[in-house]
């Protein structure tokens, strides 16, 4: 069974940072682009960051640029975001995913963590 499971969640305080790690359950990661997404309460889920198979490119939301790192070890078949300076808009539900190498949009992340809340006190 493909699963992705993220941690590191809870409540932290306004300019803090967090570390959440994604760890996924089969052999062939390394073949995946990897990307984190997160939707507020009363929001659509949005696109936060993304990391290619490779671990040589990434790309973030003009929100997070700047405050927010995507990593990944595939010998560890875990993928990383680290938050820092976080402010209040960041509450959120955090989700890793998970697409096929070569495929070219959101739309195609086809493996999904369930989710785990991230609460910045305001």
């Known amino acids: 069974q493909l699963q992705l499971v993220e941690s590191g969640g809870g409540l932290v305080q306004l300019g803090g940072s967090l570390g959440l790690p994604c760890a996924a359950s089969w052999r062939t990661f390394r073949l995946y682009t990897m990307g984190w997404f997160r939707q507020a309460p009363g929001k659509e889920r949005e696109f936060v960051a993304a990391?290619?198979?490779?671990?040589?490119?990434?790309s973030y939301a003009d929100s997070v640029k700047g405050r927010f790192t995507i990593s990944r070890d595939n010998a560890k078949n875990t993928v990383y975001l680290q938050m820092n300076r976080l402010r209040s808009e960041d509450t959120a539900v955090y989700y890793c995913a998970a697409r096929p190498r070569g495929t070219v949009t959101n739309a195609d992340y086809a493996y999904w963590g369930q989710g785990t809340q991230v609460t910045v006190s305001s």
């Open positions: 990391i290619t198979w490779s671990g040589d490119s990434t």
